[in-house]
């Protein structure tokens, strides 16, 4: 039978009935395959993309010149973030004197600029004191503190309390608390209300705020 004999044949390509290349032997299929040629390549000169490009230039892979440049956040990240802090001398007493003031307030812009953050004000009565920072995005609150009262230490003859009220400030209160800062002096007196951060370490003492 017809498929007997197909399926007998060694010279006989194995192609399912009704298929053109049924009845073709090997060396024939072979032979037809060597004398193919690819297509030309289509020419994608019009079009920019880099996959076109690419295909033109046979398959190759896009080189990075193909490839239009992706736009980079900048290395800077512009940050507006001023925290007003306040810490007091140990146990509260007046061991700030005025004439003091000018050396103790250099010796805190001074621990500020090595963190790379900026003393917007700073202020001091006579027993605690006040900074108006603009806070780096690469460096924690904490830190900052720690060095302005480290410094301050070494440099001069205060001992601090330990701890610190600090007080994220708006852009738009920023003048405002920079006046506040700044009259610490002047408004130290008994004509004025105790002021938030004391009130807060009150509330935090008898247990109405946490610590």
Known sequence: ?????????????????GHPGFGRTRDEHIGEAENVTS????????????????????????TSSDVAPIGRMSRRSPTRIFVHIVWATAR???TIALEHDAVLHDQLREAVRLVECEVIAVGNASDHVHVLVRLSPRVRL????????????????????AGYFAESVATA??????????????????????????????ESAAGGLPG
């Not at 904490?142 to 309390?161: L, N």
Request: aromatic fraction near 10%.
């Open 92 to 94: 509260r007493r007046n």
């Open 142 to 161: 904490c830190d900052v503190v720690q060095r302005m009262k480290g410094r301050t230490s070494f440099f001069g003859p205060w001992r601090w309390q």
């Open 1 to 17: 039978m017809a498929h007997e004999s197909f399926g007998r044949s060694s010279n006989v390509s194995p192609a399912v009935f």
């Open 39 to 62: 297509p030309p390549q289509a020419d994608f000169q019009g079009d920019p993309s880099p996959v076109s490009r690419a295909l033109a230039r046979g398959g190759q892979l896009a």
């Open 173 to 202: 209160d920023l003048d405002a608390t920079r006046a506040y800062v700044l009259d610490q002096r002047a408004h130290h007196d008994d004509s004025h209300p105790a002021e938030l951060w004391i009130v807060r370490q009150l």
